[in-house]
């Protein structure tokens, strides 16, 4: 077997990568070594080698890379690869992301406890909205589905973290690459639905969300995580209440029953399990909303210093960033293949992606991809384009996006920050032809 991405693929079809590699050597000496069968792994934009090197100068050289681990999970793609155990946390290669509508079995996984036991009653599941409202609201899941008009809409859910492992040095937290996001049908309906029949008061300014899933220390007082949102984006058209994913019940791993989908901003605040909401007076406070979580900074810091808290915002929406779907990296193709067929996604969190711009020559020239229209706000953007080779060998693919306010995809990851959010440097894949 090879590897893509320190994934396995059939031999003959793709040849040797390894992420943590890429770039190791450019020219003659990255031909060298894919030749030699160790090879160049194009993940985002940042040389992971050379992220390594900062760390550890010392080194004689690099330790061999670990191996990735797959996901074993009762209705998930076995491609999945395995970022943390304890929460269980899982990547979808970007290859898989291939589809207009993600399909569950290929929707990542992100946890921050310990997952609940599968509901056997869903309807009867209760839902708290109190704090700075007129009306204390309780109510079920199937007095939720009964009493309200459902909506369906196809949106981007992705990971504050998606990104993060282009930082250099490298930043904490699971090492993601670009397969922390995912697109599905989600039904349910507004929350601010739900906020208007409490009767928001003057005071509202915030939402605090609480869920099921305990604590990895078994602290049943102590939430897993509490984030929440401004008000304005509480009474988002489009943030929902969902139950339904893909036109199926809510998938227990994917928080069913009952979850937030908060669509363009941190998967963080789109709190799965979810039990109540509380409506709070000022900017909530509960685990993953002060210190660095979920936090990026205001001034450029020094990338590996400490940092300053004082210095750092709330990230809301997400980066623009789009990827290549197909071919996947490591594709090898026949000899004589003079052109090739890209497909892609891109999304800007609350923006739209206005541009997606494909490059063979390490950002020398550009050239622009079809670009699709979105299904309904806060869907991912399809593309396509078909790139010219002038001979065989061994190419690099490039892409980035624009969002609608002319905000560019970088090369690396910039505005580094010890938690490595915003992480949005160009994807691009290696392929060989011959």
Known sequence: MASELGRSVPEGDHFNTSRRRFLGGTG?????????GSTLSPSGGVPQAHAQAAASPSAAAPAAPKG????????????????????????????????????????????NGQIPEETKNPDTW?????????????????????KFKPVTR?????CGGNGRAAFSPPARGNQWTNGGAGCA???????????????????????????????????????????????????DPDTLIVWAMNGQPLPNIHGGPVRLIVPGWAGSASQKWLTRITIRDKEHDGPGMTEFSYRTPIKPMVPGDKGDPANFR????????????????????????KELKLRGASWAGDLLVKQVDISTDSGASWQRATLEKPKNRYDWQR????????????????????????????HQAGLWNPQGYGGNAMHRIAVLVG
């Not at 704090?131 to 109510?139: A, D, H, K, Q, S």
């Open 185 to 235: 049908e989600w039904t349910g309906v507004p929350l601010a639905e739900l906020l208007k029949k409490a009767g928001l008061k003057p005071s509202a300014k915030y939402t605090a969300h609480y869920a099921a899933d305990l604590h990895l220390s078994g602290d049943a007082g102590k939430p897993s995580i509490s984030r929440g949102v401004r008000i304005a984006k509480a009474m």
């Open 383 to 410: 593309w396509t384009a078909t790139v010219k080779l002038p001979t065989d060998g061994y190419f690099e693919i490039w892409t980035r996006a624009t969002d609608s306010k002319g905000t560019m995809q970088p």
């Open 28 to 36: 003659l000496a990255a031909i060298g070594a894919f030749i030699g």
């Open 126 to 146: 209760k839902i708290v909205i109190d704090g700075e409202v007129n009306t204390r609201i309780e109510i079920t899941l199937g007095e939720l589905k009964s």
């Open 68 to 111: 990735p681990q797959y996901l074993k999970f009762p209705g998930k793609n076995e491609k999945l690869v395995v970022l943390g155990e304890r929460p269980l946390v899982a990547e979808t290669p970007e290859s898989l992301l291939d589809d207009d509508t993600t399909p569950i079995e290929k929707f990542y996984i992100r946890n």
């Open 154 to 158: 196809r949106m981007v859910l992705e």
């Open 314 to 337: 709330i990230l809301e929406s997400m980066p623009v960033r789009s990827i290549i779907t197909s071919p996947a990296n490591g594709a090898k193709f026949a000899a004589g293949t």
